[in-house]
């Protein structure tokens, strides 16, 4: 925030949740929204919406992405007949299977973007981005913005006043002891994954190693009063960790929660517990699970600010009347939208589809009326939605990437130059164009083009603009140049257009062999773009002599693979990822190693300079500053490519014109907000 743990993950994968996949997630009280797998990813970036990850599935939005601080075979349908309270369902299909309730879980295990839809819009924060700009506004705080706080001694303390008037769904104050709870429970218990991102705790340092593991963060956070938090960090924080990062992290109830926390001997102890029922303070409240069916979620009519009118305009601003009247930022320009807070959805049920053209069939035929996909609408049902007349498809630039990324622990991936070559044999181009016919745009950044004020059009590509004949001669030299030997070394034929023969016997500059590795990645049936991208990649290693094989595999099935023993070697997924870029840091600093800490780095990729430039991105006060290190960081992984950054697709969307909706223009489409089920309301 980590697209399509925008593909921060299961889909901010579809991975930050998407990073503040953890934030993204958190449909705040103002539309809060995650972060990540939108457009490409399937992972929720790792972070909320406006944070970086990383949420691990043309039109562009008309607002700034500038981060602003301040001025087939169908799954049974759940039994909809018992009576509901006065209000609409809001019927939404899902094409994956939600793999928890657990909240906490979420955050942290589970970080993918199909848990992030349900149970992002029950969890409240002191800030979240505004809907449509991603500006930072208040939530549950009473600060209009983020206070900047002062040292105190050699800390720096940072205190937040808080609405006094917020209640939880069973009607008890959310108050700032829930707040100190929360962040207690996340340290006592080393929760990782997302978790890293939206409470960056600090670290000291361990004087029986030789390394020096110290992190600045978060010390502690404590509640001076009922309506008062104060957290105290060990240095001034940076972007990533107040603005875009504490200040936007969820909030739990310590009441129904604490319990089960003083129970709990280890987090996986906590994540066990289910969160049905649990009190709710965004605008909709867990209330069923059916694995593999549907869940269903009910109005909170308690939410904080249910009623306000709020409003967003192009410069950025946004403001807020009614219960918490404020105003933020720019409000010059036109407005971009200004509805009235609810939720008016009395439910949503969010009904699980084996594939997206089971969920599209089911749309078209009025089963549900919105489809929440961190890929978008394939272009290829486009036209299936369109013949049904009542529904209207939008177009929006997404906030992610589809990637392939290497085991960077093991042989072959650990070699520097493997992965170089293999980035040099791809031809985004090619495949954009002529494969997957213009449907996709390839792309070199780990910034996407719509989040306009990160973005580094420049950016290093191995072998750019060659021809294929160039790329293999570069590539073979590349890696004789390293020390590979072949037994039969491949070649360029000119007559044939193709390598003949291909490589054969390659092994790494210490005579070790290639043993048969996987390239895992998603079938045709959740998205065939990937599925066909990993068997042009397989082939064009093979020219090479790498021995590798295209697996198609179940989304959820390849997360579990590469979260858990470090027993692969390949993978293809995406990111949604967040407006803040730190997803950078999250995804290939050292101590975010997925084996050893939980976090997000899945490759395990290290290098001591880059932990010193994320260090600094973490720090960075001022946006010059952290635009800067953002573009030094990309260029690094550009060259030495422990991802690969292949493409993405606009976000595609289609909803029943039945709905109305604040707007319908955003970076990353309406799914980045979860489809609004706190704003969405009956078209008049």
């Not at 306000?308 to 320009?333: F, I």
């Not at 996709?440 to 590509?461: E, K, M």
């Not at 084996?595 to 899945?602: D, S």
């Not at 260029?635 to 993405?648: K, M």
């Amino acid at each position: 925030m980590p697209r399509d743990k925008n593909e921060v993950m299961r889909a901010r994968w579809e991975f930050r949740t998407s990073k503040r996949l953890a934030i993204a997630v958190l449909v705040a009280m103002a539309a809060y929204a995650c972060g990540g797998s939108a457009g490409s990813g399937d992972t929720a970036a790792t972070t909320p919406a406006t944070t970086g990850a990383p949420s691990t599935d043309s039109q562009t939005a008309s607002t700034s992405t500038a981060p602003v601080t301040g001025t087939g075979e169908t799954s049974p349908s759940p039994d909809t007949t018992v009576a509901a309270p006065p209000g609409f369902t809001y019927k939404v299909a899902i094409f994956s299977n939600p793999t928890t309730d657990n909240p906490w879980a979420y955050f942290d295990t589970e970080p993918d973007v199909w848990n992030q839809y349900t149970l992002g819009p029950t969890l409240p924060s002191l800030y979240g981005p505004a809907f449509p700009t991603f500006t930072i506004v208040p939530g549950l705080a009473a600060d209009v913005e983020p206070p900047k706080g002062a040292p105190d001694g050699n800390r720096w303390v940072i205190d937040v006043r808080m609405q006094p008037g917020a209640e939880w769904s069973d009607g008890t104050p959310i108050t700032a002891h829930d707040v100190a709870f929360t962040f207690n429970a996340v340290k006592d218990l080393q929760m990782g994954g997302n978790w890293f991102a939206v409470l960056p705790i600090a670290r000291p340092d361990d004087p029986q190693t030789e390394e020096d593991e110290t992190y600045h963060g978060l010390i502690s956070v404590e509640a001076l009063d009922d309506h008062t938090v104060r957290y105290t960090w060990s240095a001034r924080p940076g972007l990533a960790q107040w603005q875009f990062g504490a200040a936007q992290s969820p909030i739990f109830p310590e009441a129904y929660w604490g319990p089960y926390v003083e129970a709990a001997g280890e987090a996986g102890d906590l994540y066990a517990v289910s969160g049905i029922g649990a009190p709710s303070g965004g605008p909709m409240v867990y209330d069923h699970r059916e694995p593999g069916a549907f869940v269903r979620t009910e109005a909170n009519h308690a939410v904080f600010g249910r009623g306000d009118v709020l409003t967003s305009y192009s410069a950025g601003g946004a403001t807020s009347e009614g219960t918490a009247s404020w105003e933020v930022g720019d409000t010059s320009g036109e407005v971009l939208a200004r509805w009235t807070e609810g939720p008016h959805a009395a439910t949503a049920i969010y009904s699980v589809y084996d594939t997206q053209d089971a969920a599209v069939l089911a749309l078209r035929d009025g089963e549900v009326d919105f489809m929440l996909n961190p890929l978008g609408l394939q272009r290829g049902l486009q036209a299936t939605v369109i013949e049904a007349g009542d529904l209207d498809v939008i177009s929006n630039a997404s906030n992610g990437f589809r990637y392939v990324a290497f085991n960077a622990r093991r042989f072959p991936g650990s070699e520097p130059s493997f992965r170089q070559a293999i980035a040099c044999i791809i031809d985004k181009e090619f495949m954009a164009r002529n494969v997957l016919q213009g449907v996709a745009t390839p792309l070199h950044s780990l910034i996407p083009p719509g989040n306009t004020y990160w973005a580094n059009p420049d950016v290093f590509v191995w072998c750019d603009g060659l021809s294929m004949e160039e790329r293999v001669d570069t590539a073979v030299q590349m890696l004789k140049d390293a020390g590979w030997t072949w037994e039969v070394e491949p070649q360029w034929d000119a007559d044939n257009q193709d390598v003949m023969p291909q490589g054969e016997g390659l092994r790494g500059p210490d005579g070790t062999s290639l043993e048969p590795m996987e390239l895992l990645a998603p079938g045709p049936g959740y998205d065939p773009l990937r599925a066909t991208y990993s068997l042009f990649i397989a082939d064009w290693a093979h020219d090479l002599g790498i021995p590798l094989r295209a697996q198609p595999t179940g989304f959820s099935a390849i997360v579990d693979r590469v979260f858990g023993p470090v027993d692969w070697d390949m993978y293809m997924l995406g990111w949604s990822t967040t407006i803040f870029p730190d997803h950078l840091a999250d995804f290939f600093e050292t101590r975010n190693d997925s084996a050893t800490t939980g976090g997000l780095n899945i490759p395990g990729y290290s290098n001591p300079e880059y932990d010193r430039l994320a260090h600094e991105l973490k720090s960075a006060t001022d946006l010059e500053e952290a635009a800067a290190i953002v573009r030094e960081m990309d260029g690094v992984i550009a060259r030495e490519v422990p991802y690969i950054v292949l493409f993405d697709t606009p976000t595609l969307e289609a909803y029943r014109n039945t709905l109305a909706y604040p707007a319908t223009t955003v970076l990353n489409g309406l799914h980045g907000f979860q489809g609004l089920p706190g704003s969405v309301n009956l078209a008049e």
